[in-house]
DNA sequence: GCGGAATAGTCAAGAGCTCAACTACGCTTC
DNA sequence: GAAGCGTAGTTGAGCTCTTGACTATTCCGC
């Protein structure tokens, strides 16, 4: 598969990043990069779940009753249908997740955390925590923590609006 | 992040995230996991190569003669050895790297950025950089970059050392 | 030199993800 | 109340990544 030609609509040129915001950039890149490989790293060697796996566990361990639609549950996790369902589908091998039909909308499914679940998840939580704290807020200050919010609500207001 | 306070005996309960820090801490997670996925999605979808092979594309380019161990490859990258092995196995399929065998060091290897691969590149790059210039640097104050960086290369200090 | 430890890289099996096709149900319209 | 369309969710093929085993080569102390 070869490189498809460029849509031309695109500016031939855009401007090239200079030489402070290559810096910016290489540091965003690399240490979220780091981070998120150290977290999942710990995460599935001290709890056995994949950091994608524990997000869903915590959703639903705070949705009302411990239960959710799988396209919510999907959105909230930021994964596809198709992803969430195969991964539904593990976590009930495992039987920390079960579904059930939905009474109200017959196509629908709602995955439901059960007490084994909520058990692994109190597990994890707190190994997970640790980790966070000491890779992340640990190594900051409350001025660097504060722009870290700022700037990733930032980001998402753009984001979240496509 | 939770479950709610379990307060009966976990071993070594950590400090739970206060508001402040869960706040933080999920405008981290889900503004780099967009950004990650919008980029990604871009670059796949006008360049045809996933973030990954483009790093490696990168990387060679700016090596002296287009060419580099496999190994400090997989470090620059960012990728395990095994990982980076497949990567350029792919890429080799396509014509844009292609191995060579290391005179100084007959168990090494040496990737080498072709002249297909660095036409690819050169095609793709500025679809790449138009796109993080929209979707982060056009949304961000300098002074926001400037915290960004920052935040970037202390967390990079601690994760690099381990 | 020689033998053991370390290093470079590859490979095979298994897991997760994506894409597109598919089933099943609900909603609207006539 | 049947047709047509949109929505909810699942499935399977193909790809990528991970882990751990494996080969080949180099390094180093003797």
């Given at each position: 598969m070869s490189p498809r030609p460029v849509?031309?609509?695109?500016?031939?040129?855009p401007r090239w990043l200079d030489a402070e915001e290559q810096k910016a950039w290489r540091a965003w890149l690399y240490s979220t990069t780091l981070l998120q490989d150290r977290l999942e790293r710990d995460l599935t060697h001290s709890a056995g779940v994949s950091s994608a796996y524990y997000e869903i566990l915590v959703q639903l361990s705070e949705a009302p009753e411990r239960r959710m639609r799988m396209s919510q549950l999907a959105d909230r996790c930021l994964a596809s249908r198709s992803r969430l369902s195969h991964a539904v589908s593990r976590l009930e091998e495992r039987g920390w997740v079960a579904r059930e039909v939905c009474v109200e909308d017959g196509r629908g499914q709602l995955a439901v955390l059960t007490d084994q679940g909520m058990a692994a998840l109190v597990e994890a939580a707190p190994v997970h925590v640790a980790s966070v704290r000491e890779h992340l807020f640990d190594q900051l200050s409350p001025a660097q923590i504060a722009a870290m919010r700022d700037i990733g609500e930032t980001l998402l207001r753009h984001l979240d609006a496509r």
């Amino acid at each position: 598969m070869s490189p498809r030609p460029v849509p031309e609509a695109e500016p031939a040129q855009p401007r090239w990043l200079d030489a402070e915001e290559q810096k910016a950039w290489r540091a965003w890149l690399y240490s979220t990069t780091l981070l998120q490989d150290r977290l999942e790293r710990d995460l599935t060697h001290s709890a056995g779940v994949s950091s994608a796996y524990y997000e869903i566990l915590v959703q639903l361990s705070e949705a009302p009753e411990r239960r959710m639609r799988m396209s919510q549950l999907a959105d909230r996790c930021l994964a596809s249908r198709s992803r969430l369902s195969h991964a539904v589908s593990r976590l009930e091998e495992r039987g920390w997740v079960a579904r059930e039909v939905c009474v109200e909308d017959g196509r629908g499914q709602l995955a439901v955390l059960t007490d084994q679940g909520m058990a692994a998840l109190v597990e994890a939580a707190p190994v997970h925590v640790a980790s966070v704290r000491e890779h992340l807020f640990d190594q900051l200050s409350p001025a660097q923590i504060a722009a870290m919010r700022d700037i990733g609500e930032t980001l998402l207001r753009h984001l979240d609006a496509r």
